[in-house]
Nanobody, 118 residues
Framework: QVQLVESGGGLVQPGGSLRLSCVAS????????MGWYRQAPGKQRELVAT???????NCADSVKERFTISRDNSKNTVFLQMNSLKSEDTAVYYC????????????WGQGTLVTVSS
């Protein structure tokens, strides 16, 4: 069972930046399809960004031009660089691994809280 551990959340002022990290266990990280979701208070969880095993990325329209997803396979880590943060970006951010291979289910991290406020 793969485990995901996020870090990097916190309180930031509007217009500021944060970088989230997610470290995955296991030896096959380079094959994993990874992503970030977020869930704001009272709202459904939504997909923020994804990155394939080959490095192909996609971002939600609401964060394009501001957020960048990347990965470092040598460190089993996926990142989410968040710039020009807005109050509406306040949410718990979850690292996600898509089901596949020996993992029949999606895998989730515990979440890290990002609060954008002055």
């Amino acid at each position: 069972q793969v485990q995901l551990v996020e870090s990097g959340g916190g309180l930031v002022q509007p217009g500021g930046s944060l970088r989230l990290s997610c470290v995955a266990s296991g030896t096959n990280f380079r094959f994993y399809f990874m992503g970030w979701y977020r869930q704001a208070p009272g709202k459904q969880r939504e997909l923020v960004a994804t990155i394939s095993s080959t490095g192909s990325t996609n971002c939600a329209d609401s964060v394009k031009e501001r957020f960048t997803i990347s990965r470092d396979n040598s460190k089993n880590t996926v990142f989410l660089q968040m710039n020009s943060l807005k109050s509406e970006d306040t949410a718990v951010y979850y690292c996600w691994k898509r089901r596949g291979g020996l993992d029949p289910l999606d895998t989730w991290g515990q979440g890290t809280l990002v609060t954008v406020s002055s």
